[in-house]
């Protein structure tokens, strides 16, 4: 288990953005409401070109969260050794606020795959993913946040509902939380639970950071509604009163404005990095 040290640095309780290189210039000149910003790991594991140029120049100005992809922590295999490394650089030079990954796998005998697959939530699962994460967090001498996953399915096997396993990591390892608001609400409106009911049981004691995303609308073969965890799209009501309900039982959190495809001009990302400061605005400190 990881020690993380009492002192440790935390983002302010202030909307966030997941920085795109177009607005580089639109945040530099004028960011407001934005307080931090967050990248991808795996986006700054090379060395120099402009990225890595870009990237030192805002960590000089902002709070900079990382938000790793690839790492398959829930993978069956060992944490890839030189990913590890590059991480550890990365963090070593950067030295962001905060580091977080997901509660998935996506590489299973030496293939990449471009998702982010669920897990059973069992003994041995917990037991596999508590050594991941300790193995992280001593590489990069620092606590992560973990990441509720957005689901399509759900595992017979599990003996677990999904607040409880990652309660039991967080105890397990050490590690923090990354709620992501908008899987709750796809996850919930895929398998068919209440969304308020599962931020009711979740262990928001031990949330380090907030996401908001958009999502795609579909429906599966049975023509019931299948949301796609798309981050593709503004943040849709339902998801912005899920927040709400979140911040008047946990207080104030850092909130990030996820928008990864179909990026807009940093206008409509403001507006609704603005939403999210309203949202903050309203919760007693």
């Known amino acids: 288990m990881f020690d993380a040290p009492e002192n440790m640095p935390a983002l302010p309780h202030k909307p966030g953005v997941g920085y795109k290189p177009q607005h580089f210039t639109e945040i530099m000149e004028n960011p407001d409401p934005v307080a931090w910003l967050e990248v991808h790991a795996e986006n700054y594991m090379g060395h120099g070109g402009r990225p890595l140029a870009q990237i030192r120049h805002l960590a000089e100005r902002f709070p900079i969260s990382v938000h790793g992809v690839g790492l398959s922590i829930g993978g069956e295999a060992p944490l890839d050794p030189e990913h590890l490394a590059r ?32 897990l059973p939530y069992t003994k041995a699962t917990l037991t596999r993913v508590a050594e991941h994460i300790d193995q992280l967090q001593n590489t990069i001498g620092r606590q992560m946040l973990l990441e509720n996953p957005s689901s399509y399915l759900a595992f017979a096997e599990s003996t677990w509902s999904e607040p409880d396993f990652l309660r039991e990591l967080a105890n397990r390892t050490g590690c923090g939380l990354l709620l992501d608001v908008n899987n709750v609400f796809v996850s919930a409106t895929n398998l068919d639970y209440d969304p308020r009911s599962y931020i009711n049981d979740y262990p928001l004691e031990a949330v380090g950071e907030i996401h908001l995303g958009g999502h795609d609308e579909d429906e599966d073969d049975h023509g019931k509604p299948l949301l796609i965890d798309s981050h593709g799209a503004e943040v849709v009501d339902p998801v912005w009163s899920l927040l709400d309900h979140t911040l008047s039982l946990s207080g104030p959190r850092p909130i990030l404005v996820e928008w990864d495809t179909d990026v807009p001009e940093w206008p409509v990302l403001a507006k609704e990095c603005q939403r999210a400061a309203a949202a903050l605005i309203k919760v007693p400190a």
Do not use: C, I, M, R
């Open 87 to 118: 991480l550890k650089h990365l963090v070593s030079w950067l030295k962001p606020t905060v580091f977080s990954e997901h509660l998935a796998w996506s590489t299973h005998g030496g293939e990449y795959f471009n998702d982010l697959l669920p």
